[in-house]
């Protein structure tokens, strides 16, 4: 049987995304547990992060005969910094590359003016050729932002980027172009050399049309979680006494 798993995890965590990517990529954890319990010597993932970026809703493709709530109970229990919170059954094989809308979000913790950033990055909001903005690989560098907007999360400001596909370093490089105060991206006659730190980006998720996931209760499976949020939430506001 098919099942697409979504999960999330820390990328500061490992060494990269990519399997062979260092001693503890994320591919490499998953499929070292995996085959350690006899479940799958393999996963296809639909979205590889670059090194550093976090994931809220990643997604991977299985083949396995196991109970999937037993594998998911393994996943959860047994793989630090990572969180595997639901999955869906499978008419039969699909590529998880094949979805239909991927979100990211870049936090922003310095003082910006949000309206006047808005304004630049709007500019980058619909299809164009990103060869400027990008990694350039073997893909195509035409690609469609749906939207771009933000929302704020206490004194941060998160901005929001809904896309079928990106292309390597796109997004970092876009907030770099705009943080910098720049305009008329697309008037650009070489590469933007510049792409934003890593740390603060992360998928946010990705959807499939005609897909259900089920919900699975990880929190239980997962109690190093619970430990790690209240020795980052101690740490924060350690951090802010020191700064006051």
Same mark, same amino acid.
């Given at each position: 049987? %098919? %099942?697409?798993?979504?999960?999330?995890?820390?990328?500061?965590?490992?060494?990269?995304?990519?399997?062979?990517?260092?001693?503890?990529?994320?591919?490499?954890?998953?499929?070292?547990? @995996?085959?350690?319990?006899?479940?799958?010597?393999?996963?296809?993932?639909?979205?590889?992060?670059?090194?550093?970026?976090?994931?809220?809703?990643?997604? &991977?493709?299985?083949?396995?005969?196991? +109970?999937?709530?037993?594998?998911?109970?393994? @996943?959860?229990?047994?793989?630090? +910094?990572? /969180? $595997?919170?639901? %999955?869906?059954?499978?008419?039969?094989?699909?590529?998880?590359?094949?979805?239909?809308?991927?979100?990211?979000?870049?936090?922003?913790?310095?003082?910006?003016?949000?309206?006047?950033?808005?304004?630049?990055? @709007?500019? /980058?909001?619909?299809?164009?050729? $990103?060869?400027?903005?990008?990694?350039?690989?073997?893909?195509?560098?035409?690609?469609?932002?749906?939207?771009?907007? %933000?929302?704020? &999360?206490?004194? /941060?400001?998160?901005?929001? /980027?809904?896309?079928?596909?990106?292309?390597?370093?796109?997004?970092?490089?876009?907030?770099?172009?705009?943080?910098?105060? +720049?305009?008329?991206? &697309?008037?650009?006659?070489?590469?933007?050399?510049?792409?934003?730190?890593?740390?603060?980006?992360? @998928?946010?998720?990705?959807?499939?049309?005609?897909?259900?996931?089920?919900?699975?209760?990880?929190?239980?499976?997962?109690?190093?979680?619970?430990?790690?949020?209240?020795?980052?939430?101690?740490?924060?506001?350690?951090?802010?006494?020191?700064?006051?």
């Amino acid at each position: 049987m %098919y %099942y697409f798993i979504k999960y999330g995890y820390d990328g500061a965590k490992f060494t990269g995304f990519q399997r062979g990517n260092g001693v503890n990529s994320i591919e490499d954890s998953i499929i070292r547990l @995996l085959s350690l319990y006899g479940i799958s010597h393999d996963i296809e993932s639909a979205a590889r992060t670059d090194r550093g970026v976090s994931a809220r809703g990643n997604v &991977f493709l299985i083949q396995t005969d196991r +109970n999937i709530n037993d594998v998911m109970g393994i @996943l959860n229990a047994r793989i630090e +910094n990572m /969180f $595997f919170y639901s %999955y869906a059954l499978l008419d039969d094989y699909i590529n998880p590359r094949h979805n239909s809308m991927k979100e990211y979000s870049y936090i922003l913790t310095d003082y910006v003016n949000i309206e006047e950033l808005m304004i630049k990055l @709007l500019e /980058f909001k619909g299809q164009h050729d $990103f060869r400027n903005f990008c990694t350039v690989d073997s893909r195509n560098t035409v690609r469609t932002i749906d939207d771009i907007s %933000y929302s704020q &999360f206490g004194r /941060f400001y998160i901005i929001n /980027f809904y896309g079928k596909s990106f292309i390597w370093h796109q997004i970092r490089s876009i907030m770099a172009f705009a943080l910098a105060g +720049n305009k008329n991206p &697309f008037s650009l006659k070489t590469k933007f050399t510049y792409i934003a730190p890593p740390e603060p980006l992360i @998928l946010r998720d990705i959807i499939y049309d005609g897909i259900t996931f089920t919900n699975f209760n990880y929190i239980k499976h997962k109690r190093s979680m619970n430990k790690t949020l209240e020795m980052v939430r101690t740490r924060y506001v350690l951090y802010e006494i020191f700064d006051s």
